[in-house]
């Protein structure tokens, strides 16, 4: 569970958000963890309150789009335990309909609760991800094809106040 009331503010104005968004959003809010298995914390389950900050420029061109968030979060009661992440994305139109999608983030990460006590984890349990390990340091990247078909208002939704598991927000333009 989270409740996590967001504020935003963006720099360009809503009439130019299907096209260019600036974005700079604060979350705040409560979240309950119940927990598969005792953590590296010697936790089952636990309530904290965390805030999140992102900033976030997305911007869309005849050619395709791009975008770039760079976010960081951290509990009240623990500030070591947080995170900063970097994500950036391009979606390169190759012909009407076909696109060539590029995606990559990079996180420092410090706030990992989830992770189980490894007791009896083998090479094997992790290499397969059956067993999370604890980490500083996180990336991935990919690239896709993409072929996307319909209306041409099918993909269309109100870019402001992304869903970062908070719900519902107060946001403020220029």
Do not use: C
């Not at 096209?19 to 904290?48: H, M, V």
Request: charged share 20%; aromatic share 14%; proline share 3%.
């Amino acid at each position: 569970m989270l409740l996590a009331p967001v504020v935003e503010f963006d720099v360009f104005p809503y009439s130019q958000s299907t096209r260019r968004l600036f974005s700079l959003q604060y979350s705040a809010g409560l979240a309950a963890y119940n927990y598969a298995d005792t953590t590296i914390y010697n936790r089952t389950a636990e309530t904290l309150v965390n805030q999140t900050l992102t900033l976030s420029l997305d911007v869309k061109e005849p050619w395709g789009s791009a975008g770039l968030s760079l976010e960081g979060a951290t509990f009240f009661n623990d500030f070591a335990k947080h995170h900063v992440a970097l994500f950036g994305n391009t979606d390169v139109r190759i012909f009407k309909g076909l696109s060539l999608f590029f995606f990559g983030s990079a996180a420092r990460v410090k706030d990992r609760l989830s992770v189980a006590k490894a007791a009896g984890s083998t090479p094997a349990d992790i290499l397969l991800q059956r067993r999370q390990q604890e980490t500083d340091f996180s990336y991935q990247a990919y690239v896709s094809l993409r072929f996307t078909f319909g209306s041409k208002f099918a993909n269309i939704v109100n870019p402001r106040i992304r869903d970062n598991g908070g719900g519902g927000g107060i946001f403020f333009s220029n």
